[in-house]
């Protein structure tokens, strides 16, 4: 008998920065996240059918807060905006693109999360089921264009007997 215990989400954001005028990138950085127990739950359910699927991840939400991400977070620490994402899939990868242009996302941040939900209520801050978080210090000024790609995998399974 296969055992297959060892399939884990293990998530990934790259961050690429654009000059105003569309030369780029200027500036790439890849950082590990956390998939957190929320999002992992939410996976399970979707397998067994007691999720509502139209509740995908849907919101990319950015913050000031500088905690370690840990398995039983649920929001971020301190949220200060959010935007829906562009999903798409490629093998075992799930991913969440974001584009922000030179007038969006200005300063200084430095944890961002991804969120399932739907429906307006979805757009606040701090509200739906957090999928994965990150922390690490990003910048973006309004002579930049940025676009973020998180990307989830599912790791291949260890066959064992």
Known sequence: MQNYANVI?????????WSANGEGPVERTSIQNLVVDSGRISMVNLMLGQWDQNSA??????????????????????????????????????????FYDTTELNGTGYEQGLFLGSGAGYNSANSGVLV??????????????????????MASATAGT
């Open 9 to 17: 989400p293990q998530g990934r954001v790259d961050l690429e920065k």
């Open 57 to 98: 991840i849907s919101y990319h939400a950015v913050g000031t807060g500088s905690a370690k991400p840990t398995a039983d977070n649920t929001a971020l620490q301190y949220e200060t905006g959010r935007k829906f994402v562009i999903r798409s899939a490629d093998g075992f990868n799930a991913r969440a693109v974001i």
């Open 132 to 153: 994965a978080r990150v922390t690490g210090q990003f910048t973006k000024s309004n002579t930049q264009n940025m676009r973020v790609v998180w990307s989830i995998l």
